[in-house]
């Protein structure tokens, strides 16, 4: 696979987020936003999402400043998308307080020339309705991954299970693979979702870790140990930015690859609960991403 632009296709959102280590309100947050800060350290990154009027200027000077593509990024009449939560000292589960979808309740992404053209497609958390519409409006994509929600499979099992055909990769969370698939097993989960088309499905597993299937392969990595923790909202969507971005700047797809797309998935992961919003990502250098995946490796050989 060449080395591509990368377009994600999300929501950028301001966040209000409760931890027992601290708090922050109306931070800049979203799917988008936590993937692109992750994926930038291996490919360019184009986001496709919508603000309102209300959306701070100093977090689009910051993604910009990331070198991220935000052309994409459109300016709607209203008020920004936002998320109010809290963790107790389980950090696995948010505990949602309010969500105010606002602009993001009539998304409708529209899709530049450039945009279409990108070969590498990260179709995040939105309506899977809106992600085939997205996937419909590429020209040739040589790369799609999505990922969901517990709602959405509640609400649009059908249209996420007709999507599955057309992705590579599809992510979720155990709770998600199960609800799914209807299996508790996990790997009786894997193998009905690999059944509806992914060629690799990744479990996100919080702090014990990730799992990756393939059709006759399984992966296991167990989450990276930190001493401190402030804040794990936008992990997973780090975690997607890093395996896709060094997915993208591969040369080819195979199990091989993708394992250590994992590792670098997981890493990223690891920096971005290290603090609120995007501060970790966004001072993050790329030595210290190569010295954490290192030690990665240190962990997991025997």
Request: net charge positive.
């Amino acid at each position: 696979m060449n080395s591509k632009n990368i377009l994600v296709v999300g929501s950028v959102a301001l966040d209000t987020v409760k931890t027992p280590f601290g708090k922050v309100k109306e931070a800049l947050g979203g799917s988008a936003s936590f993937f692109s800060a992750s994926a930038r350290f291996f490919a360019p990154v184009a986001m496709v999402a919508v603000v309102g009027k209300d959306f701070p200027e100093k977090h689009l000077r910051l993604l910009r400043g990331l070198g991220i593509d935000i052309g994409g990024i459109e300016k709607a009449p209203g008020k920004t998308f936002r998320w109010t939560g809290f963790y107790d000292y389980d950090l696995n589960n948010a505990r949602t307080l309010k969500t105010e979808l606002n602009v993001f309740q009539d998304f409708k992404p529209k899709l530049s020339d450039f945009h279409r053209a990108c070969r590498v497609v990260f179709l995040a958390n939105i309506d899977p309705d809106l992600q085939s519409y997205v996937l419909g409006q590429m020209k040739n994509p040589g790369l799609v991954a999505c990922d969901t929600m517990n709602y959405w499979i509640e609400n649009r099992k059908k249209s996420l299970v007709h999507l599955l055909k057309k992705v590579d990769i599809f992510l979720c969370n155990d709770s998600e693979a199960r609800e799914l698939s209807g299996e508790f097993n996990l790997i009786k989960a894997s193998q009905w979702i690999l059944s509806h088309g992914p060629r690799f499905l990744v479990i996100k597993k919080g702090e014990h870790g990730v799992l990756c299937f393939s059709k006759g392969s399984v992966f296991s990595v167990p989450a990276y140990l930190l001493e401190k923790i402030f804040d794990p909202t936008g992990a997973g969507d780090s975690f997607a930015g890093g395996f896709l971005g060094y997915l993208a700047q591969a040369k080819r797809l195979d199990e091989k690859i993708v394992r250590k797309a994992i590792i670098y998935g997981s890493v990223l992961a690891s920096y971005n609960v290290e603090s609120f919003s995007l501060d970790r990502l966004a001072g993050l250098k790329p030595v210290e991403i190569r010295k954490r995946y290192r030690e990665f490796e240190a962990l997991t050989r025997f």
